[in-house]
Structure formats: C-alpha cells, structure tokens
C-alpha cells in the first residue's frame, strides 16, 4: 500500500558542489532523507513509465537508504528501478546504466571523497535522463521544494533482497538487480585495446591499485585481474566496506601517501592508481612520477587519439576553472577548442552532450569523456594504461617529454578544512572587495595583471553562474584563486589553488612547493590567512 506522511521541512537542504551531503547521523533523522527524496521527485516531471537506477558506494547507512529510496520511487510513479547488486554501483557505472538503459534519471548514494562510518559522511545526488549531475536548475527546484515540503509518499513494502539478482516488485514498479560491473566492463572493452594492455600486463609490467575498500574494488577487480590479467593483488584495498576500513577515501597525497612512498621507491611498481568512494576520482603516480590531475588532464588530450574509442581525436577540451591551463596548451596545438567552466561536473555536461568536447577534467583527480556524462576514476586508469601500451614509454618520460613539448605548469592545491564558516566567509567577501583595487598593484615580486570573481556563461543552454572563485592573474602568468568547498559537513573549507608556468626545460624538475613558494607565501599574506582562519599551514596540500 502506497502511504502518505506527513512532514515538516529540515533546513539546509540545498544540494552542493555534488550532491546533497551531511553527517550520517543527520541522514538517519527520522523523515529527513525522506523529505529530499520527495522534494525531488515533486520538482521533476515523472512521465510513464519511467525508470529510475539507484546505486551507492556501499557506505554505513547505504542499504537503508536504497529500501527507502526504493519504496519512494514505486509510490512516485517510476515503473521500473534499476539497482546495483548489494546496493553498489559506482557513479560512472550509474551513468552509464542511465545511457544505455535510457533511464529517466538516476540516484547516486555517495559523499564521494568524504570518510565514512557512523560517525561519517552520508550523500545523495541526482543525475538526470543524459547521464549527468542534475544542473542548477534541477537542484534548485529540488530544494525549493523541500523548504515546503508537507507529506512524502512510500509504499510499506517488505525490503527488497539486494543481494538476489532478479525482478521483484513494489506496488507498480519492476524492481531488477543487476551486476553492478557487467555493463561498465563490457564499455570499457569499447573504448579500450584490451590485447595490447593484456600484453603490457603479460610483459611483466607492473601495478598497484587501491580501491581504497569503496567502490571500485569489484570493478577494478574484473577489469584489471581478471580481463587485463593484472598479477592477483594488483587490486589493493579491494572490498567495499561500510567505513572504508576507517580510511578517508580521498586518492590524493595525503590520504594515499602509501602509493606515493611505494612509487617513489626502488623496488615500486610502474603504475600506482587509486580512486574515490564512489570511483569518480583518479590518482596516477608513475615509477618516480607523481602526475598532477591537471597535467593528466592534458597528457590525455595529447594522446587520446592511441585508444580505439578517440581514433578520430577530441573535439574539444574542457576543464573547471582552478584546473591548470596545461589542457589548454593541448587544445591550441591541436587545433581545437579549450573551455573554462565552474568546479562541479554538472557544468561539463552541455558540452558533451553539444559534442564540442571529448575529454575534461578537474584538478581534484576528475578525468572523464563523452562514454558517460561523470568522471570516471577507473576508465582514466584505463587510458593512462592503454597510452603506456601504445607508446611503450614508463609514465615519467611521456610527463618528461609532455614538459618538453608544451611547457610545466607548476601546480598545487592547499586547503584549510574546517575552519570557522564565518570567518571564511568574512575573508572571501573582502577579497571580492578588493577586486577592483587589485590590478596594478605589485605584490611582493608579483605585479596583478586582472582579478575578478569567476563568472560562467553557458554557451549551450545560455544559463549564467556567478561567484565560482577568486581569480587573481600576475603579470607572469602566475595565477591564485580562493574558493569555498561545496561539499563539505562540518565548518568550512578554503581552497587555494596555485600555479605558474615554466618554459625552461632546465627548470622542470624543480619540485612543486619550492618552485611557487614565493606564490604561496602571497597568496596565504593577501587575505591574512592566518590572522583569519588562526591556522599557521594548510590542513592538505596536493
Ligand atoms: C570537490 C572538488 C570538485 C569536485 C567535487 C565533487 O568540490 O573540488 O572538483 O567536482 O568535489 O567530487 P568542492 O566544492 O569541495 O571543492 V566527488 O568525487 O566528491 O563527487
Ligand atoms: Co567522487
């Protein structure tokens, strides 16, 4: 029986970069997953028929919220639901099923990055029928909704057995489980030469990749062990597990120094990869070869063209604003175009679905392509991978060469998490302030060449978006930006993001933090980061 409860609003609803995340604790608030579910399904018009996928990272709280986002959905009126085996399926592989089944949308069960647990992170995010993170517009009408929310509708069905491969029923709707890695694998051998990266494999080249114990594990499992026929053990980290075995699933250098230490080492494997919670996000650390996500970004524009799927070469590039413009150099060389858009993957996916681009990325470990409208932590292995094999080059000299040709763009992130909101908020709004005074000015050994608040205009759907980062541009070609996360739980967190670009070959094995060290200093100076945040270093540093 379909039931009708009643309700009364949460405040804070409002979906961030990527979702809506919050404590698990507050997730198991009576009606408060409930309420977003509905205020969602409220905004969106539901036609006939309709199928819907769910899937999650496999995250503390997950099985419950897949049963009530199951019994929402069939009291709703989605007549077919779509559900990753045990509950899992990783974002990529959502998308993925959105496409090739022509879903009507998806929901992703995930706070990505941010650690698990009880005492963790829970999330819910939305992609709509082309694959892709619901855009603004959804999103907003979503949390309009659940600011006046009076009922939510659910039908007292038993649970449904996610681990039982099948149909099942709720009230109207065809539920089906299925393998959550089938689907994702069998496009993976589309786009790839699996023979010839079966062959790198067979010739004794060697990997380690951490699926962090989320999502990944299984499909990189399948694809790297068992298809590619990676030595057992390749896949570390393998089993999902509710808390990720008490780690942060966040693949970067600080919560996967472990892989850095191991490919820094004599005895290290040529390709160390890692990837998120939800398998959107990519780590790559050659054999002596750290590769920032900017620079892969770039790497993979260049080489593309050696995988099968991008034969014919890219038609464009894009990537988020704070992402180095090493893509950019790329683009120009090869002839195509180079775009700039906001942080967030929603805002990737017009130019896809408009083909202008074929690959983009974000300097937060994002890579992806037109195959599905997510990034996709296990596919950019896969390219990274399939490059290796056509080039017959260790990672270290393709970086090497790429510096080479097209110059470096020293690059680093560093983030203050947790700080005080107010604070952080106070900081940005005086920057903002600032901005007009700024060009001219000389700071220390830098002169500011222009600064503004990064503003985007979408070329396809002409949607505009406002306040997506302080840009400040240096008459070298150095840049700083400040940004606020929008996808954090607890306090907030400051994004500083960092480069400059290098042409001097001689100059390229500088390392990261001593080649911008008089950038850093300015930018933490600039807004009395430490006056204000009362924090003396950065919490991570990437
Ligand atoms: C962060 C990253 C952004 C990414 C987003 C979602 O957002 O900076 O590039 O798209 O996470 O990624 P923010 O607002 O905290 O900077 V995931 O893998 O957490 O879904
Ligand atoms: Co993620």
């Given at each position: ?456 205009h979408d070329p396809v759907d002409g949607s505009d978006s406002r306040n997506q980062g302080i840009r400040i541009l240096l008459k070298d ?66």
């Amino acid at each position: 029986m379909i039931k009708t409860i009643a309700t009364k609003p949460f405040d804070g609803q409002k979906p961030g970069t990527s979702g809506l995340r919050k404590k698990v604790t507050v997730f198991q608030e009576p009606h408060y997953l409930e309420n977003f579910v509905q205020s969602l399904f409220d905004s969106l018009e539901i036609p006939a028929g309709a199928m819907l996928v769910v899937g999650g990272d496999g995250r503390f709280h997950n099985r419950a919220a897949i049963q009530i986002v199951l019994k929402m959905a069939a009291a709703n009126g989605f007549a077919r639901i779509v559900v990753g085996r045990g509950g899992i399926l990783s974002t990529p592989a959502v998308s993925n099923l959105i496409r090739s089944r022509k879903a009507f949308g998806g929901i992703v069960l995930s706070a990505s990055h941010n650690p698990g647990g009880p005492d963790g992170d829970f999330g819910i995010k939305y992609n709509v029928s082309n694959g892709g993170p619901a855009p603004e517009k959804v999103t907003d009408a979503a949390f309009a909704r659940t600011r006046a929310i009076t009922a939510y509708k659910i039908s007292d069905a038993e649970d449904v057995d996610l681990d039982k491969p099948g149909e099942s029923r709720i009230e109207g709707a065809g539920i089906e489980i299925v393998d959550p890695v089938d689907d994702y694998a069998a496009l993976m051998t589309r786009l790839f030469d699996f023979d010839r990266i079966k062959k790198l494999f067979a010739s004794g080249f060697t990997m380690r990749f951490d699926a962090m114990h989320a999502v990944t594990g299984p499909y990189a499992i399948r694809v790297l062990e068992g298809m590619l026929g990676a030595r057992m053990g390749t896949v570390m980290n393998a089993q999902p597990l509710e808390d990720f075995g008490g780690e942060h699933p966040d693949p970067n250098l600080v919560h996967a120094k472990h892989l850095y230490d191991l490919a820094m080492s004599a005895s290290g494997p040529d390709l160390c990869a890692a990837s998120d919670g939800d398998g959107d996000r990519n780590l790559i650390i050659g054999k002596g070869q750290f590769v920032t996500p900017s620079d892969s970004l770039a790497i993979l524009a260049a080489n593309a063209h050696l995988a099968p799927g991008y034969k014919g070469g890219i038609a464009g590039v894009a990537r988020s604003m704070p992402t180095s413009r090493a893509a950019d150099r790329v683009a120009k060389a090869l002839g195509v175009k180079a775009y700039e858009v906001p942080t967030g993957w929603k805002f990737f996916g017009n130019l896809l679905d408009a083909g202008m681009i074929t690959l983009c990325g974000e300097e937060s470990a994002g890579t992806g392509s037109n195959h599905v409208r997510e990034k996709d932590g296990l596919w950019a292995v896969l390219l990274w991978l399939d490059i290796l094999a056509a080039r017959k080059q260790s990672v270290r000299d393709i970086v090497r060469d790429h510096w080479k040709t097209y110059g470096r763009d020293f690059y680093t992130r560093h983030d203050y998490e947790e700080v005080d909101a107010a604070a952080a908020d106070q900081l940005m709004k005086d920057l903002r302030g600032r901005l007009s005074s700024l060009p001219g000015q000389r700071l220390g050994p830098f002169e500011v060449a222009a600064a503004d608040d990064f503003a985007y205009h979408d070329p396809v759907d002409g949607s505009d978006s406002r306040n997506q980062g302080i840009r400040i541009l240096l008459k070298d070609g150095s840049r700083i930006v400040y940004r606020l996360s929008g996808t954090g739980t607890a306090g907030a967190t400051l994004r500083i993001y960092l480069e400059r670009f290098e042409p001097r070959a001689e100059r390229h094995g500088d390392e990261t933090q001593a080649a911008l060290a008089d950038l850093i200093a300015l930018a933490s100076s600039l807004p009395d980061i430490p006056g204000r945040l009362r924090r003396d270093a950065p919490t991570v540093i990437t």
